[in-house]
């Protein structure tokens, strides 16, 4: 058998030229769906703000018990009863007030 004692200077850059082309599109398209997935995928910046949103809602819910108590507590409370039954007392002593007169 014979070595080839040509140079292939034509086929050589052919064929890099094809490898080339091919593996920039090999490249192009790993790029593409690796945004894609990242497109896709929730970002660090969405998973902070869905959370932080659910720490408010929490927080606002607890405060709206708490002051929701607080006003019950205050409808309750033995200085308000007595308040009122002073303002009722009031308000009828001053309709029998008028009547007599």
Do not use: F, P, W
Request: charged content about 35%; glycine content about 4%.
């Amino acid at each position: 058998m014979k070595a080839h004692a040509r140079k292939h200077t034509k086929d050589t850059a052919l064929l890099t030229t094809v490898a080339e082309s091919i593996g920039s599109a090999l490249g192009t398209i790993a790029a593409k769906a690796n945004a894609a997935q990242k497109v896709i995928s929730r970002s660090s910046a969405v998973y902070v703000v869905e959370r932080e949103g659910k720490r408010l809602a929490r927080k606002s819910k607890a405060v709206a018990r708490k002051t929701s108590k607080a006003a019950a507590n205050l409808k309750r409370s033995k200085a308000a009863k007595a308040a009122r039954r002073g303002l009722r007392r009031a308000s009828s002593s001053i309709k029998r007030a008028a009547r007599r007169r």
